[in-house]
């Protein structure tokens, strides 16, 4: 059984178990009572024995997860299950021989309703728990739950005034308010305002100006688009779906003026995403730049040191304006061969753009002379991750996020599953035949004619090409522990998506100094896949799942649900950098966060006048 399994097994199990000792407490609690009528006394009997076996696979279930590490069971170890399992015991031992011996006192059903209410508890801490366990929300089950036996104990015991009610609802009450306060909140980072005094700042910390740079102006405006037989309204570059791909010579710099001809109040910035450049040129608003707001202009700079395939889009209210179109493709150069290849979702028709042409729902259609190198840079610029696959040649997945793979060997007929954000090159001589990239499975791209999409098996990238011994020595360790729980967002109470229990903007910030190498534990407890993207940083990976993997260097991942990753990140980019999961809409609902290195600091902020929201 896989650890996804196992973690989506338990939580249906959970419910289930709450929902029958519930009513093996309510039929024993009614058994009790006048007229004693003995089919309730059975029902509570079976209930309970049924109860007891749903328990016991909760307890199986949570062993196996165990396997996968402390992080998917510390809730269930340190609260569920002690306030399920002791209170069963006291029912077994006092009120089962009560139902038995067909006692006539309510408070025999007390020891059931306890357990019962353990079970609720137990669905309370899936919701509101998760990895780190901290004091704060043990005492709020705790106190929730202790609310609750006293008012219970009320029910049984009859009479007692409102002393009992009014106690019962004081504790629940505080149980609440400490949620509210202390639990789900925490301390806000503001990134960096809290290092350093006399540090150096983010906006200093830009790209050099060069009469020499290679000049690009982008300007958002809204547009549209006929795409799948329908209109969408877009917002664009320089009124291209995508933006314009953007080339520049390794070595050269790259100068982008940043125009907002948006209408109403929408802001924009550019982050280069996967290049690792200078802090202060990573368009991240509230972090790195106040948002350009429309009239606005920005000038970004850096020098194009590392060739690949990157792409641009912006960062301001990014679940938005991705999916609108504020994207485009940037290749640094040296190229043979190559070609782009974008796949977005416009509306919710799912497109492919070849080359800087139309975005098409349709097969597009291309010819390449035989014989000549055939590099395809293809970018997922969706929030989802898509299956690529590769038929009618011998191909090499030459670079992944921009980095080549060491010793990348040659692959036929095969599926390679690609994270939202990420970027893969595949290599190849164009043969004499029809060559097909599919996209999910359905004809994406036919070069020279038609040929049936790949069905092969699905690549596992991070053991792909050389497998070559890694180091493990690290100066500082950092984990991760993605899921989806209530806690505070942006200030608002929700389900959400956490990091260490916590919601955007209150999950730690780990600050790092220049020349460390950290390593990262990524741990997803969540049933959601979570294409993880750090800023400013390629990691390498290091392990999947306790496989130990290629060394490969990633800029956006995806960790699969019940999956563990270990990646070492290279201090080597000073500055303070955003993190978080490039399935915008899941960054939007809390899974974002900030990496520092000692001693940066911003001047800028979150929310404020310029309205800086990233997600
Ligand atoms: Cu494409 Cu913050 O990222
Ligand atoms: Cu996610």
Redesign the pocket.
């Known amino acids: 059984m896989t650890t996804a399994l196992a973690g989506g097994l338990d939580q249906i199990v959970v419910v289930v178990a709450a929902v029958v000792w519930a009513a093996a407490a309510g039929f024993a609690f009614a058994a009790f009572r006048p007229p004693h009528d003995p089919r309730f006394h059975l029902a509570a009997l079976a209930l309970s024995a049924g109860a007891v076996v749903v328990s016991g696979v909760r307890v199986v279930l949570t062993a196996r997860l165990m396997q996968a590490g402390w992080w998917f069971v510390a809730e269930k170890v340190l609260l569920a299950l002690p306030l399920l399992l002791v209170p069963m015991v006291y029912a077994l031992t006092t009120t089962v021989p009560a139902l038995l011996r067909r006692d006539r006192d309510p408070k025999k059903a007390y020891p059931l309703i306890l357990t019962a209410i353990g079970a609720i508890i137990g669905v309370a801490c899936d919701v509101i728990v998760s990895y780190p366990v901290t004091v704060s929300s043990a005492l709020v089950v705790m106190l929730v739950g202790g609310g609750a036996a006293a008012l219970a104990w009320r029910l049984v015991a009859g009479g007692g005034g409102d002393r009992w009610r009014i106690a019962g609802f004081a504790v629940a009450l505080t149980g609440v308010v400490w949620a509210v306060s202390g639990s789900f909140s925490g301390t806000p980072m503001h990134a960096g305002h809290d290092t350093a005094t006399g540090g150096v700042s983010v906006a200093s910390l830009r790209g050099p100006a060069d009469p020499d740079a290679r000049r690009y102006t982008l300007t958002a405006k809204s547009s549209s688009l006929t795409v799948g037989g329908r209109t969408v309204q877009t917002w664009s570059f320089n009124g291209q779906n995508p933006g314009p791909t953007l080339r520049v010579r390794q070595g050269e710099t790259l100068e982008v003026t940043l125009r907002n001809e948006l209408p109403g109040d929408q802001g924009v910035t550019i982050?280069w995403?996967?290049y690792d450049l200078p802090a202060g040129e990573d368009g991240?608003p509230g972090v790195t730049q106040d948002a350009v707001k429309p009239g606005g202009e920005h000038v970004y700079r850096f020098r194009a040191d590392d060739p690949g395939t990157y792409?641009y889009?912006s960062?301001q209210n990014?679940s938005v304006a991705?999916a609108k179109g504020l994207f485009g493709l940037l290749i640094v150069e040296p190229a043979e061969g190559d070609h782009t290849v974008a796949v977005h979702t416009y509306g919710n028709v799912k497109t492919l753009s070849f080359d800087d042409r139309p975005p098409t729902d349709r097969q597009v259609t291309a010819v390449i002379p035989p014989g000549s190198p055939v590099r395809l840079r293809i970018a997922d610029t969706d929030s989802t991750p898509v299956t690529l696959g590769l038929s009618g040649v011998d191909f090499r997945l030459r670079s992944v996020d921009a980095r080549d793979v060491a010793g990348a060997t040659t692959l036929r007929d095969r599926r390679i599953k690609l994270a939202a954000?990420g970027r893969y090159d595949l290599a190849f001589t164009m043969p004499d035949g029809p060559v097909m990239l599919s996209v999910d499975g359905h004809p994406g791209l036919a070069l020279n004619g038609q040929t049936a999409p790949a069905t092969g098996e699905p690549l596992d990238v991070t053991r792909y090409g050389t497998l070559p011994d890694l180091r493990e020595d690290f100066d500082q360790e950092i984990v991760w522990v993605l899921d989806k729980t209530f806690a505070m967002v942006d200030g608002v109470p929700r389900l959400a998506h956490t990091v260490n229990g916590k919601g955007y903007p209150n999950i730690p910030t780990p600050v790092v100094r220049e020349g460390e190498r950290v390593k990262i534990t990524i741990v997803n407890r969540s049933g959601d896949l979570h294409p993880m993207?750090p800023?400013g940083h390629h990691v390498e990976v290091l392990s999947r799942d306790g496989r130990p993997a290629n060394g490969m260097l990633v800029d956006?991942f995806d960790v699969e649900p019940g999956e563990v990753w270990v990646v070492a990140l290279t201090a080597d980019n000073p500055g303070l950098w955003?993190?978080?999961c490039?399935d915008?809409a899941h960054?939007v609902q809390g899974m974002?966060f900030h990496v520092a290195y000692e001693g940066v600091t911003t001047p800028y902020d979150i929310g404020g006048p310029a309205g800086n929201h990233?997600a």
Do not use: D, Q
């Open positions: 982050h995403h996967g991240v792409w889009h960062h990014s991705v954000g993207h800023h956006t955003m993190s978080h490039h915008l960054a974002e990233p």
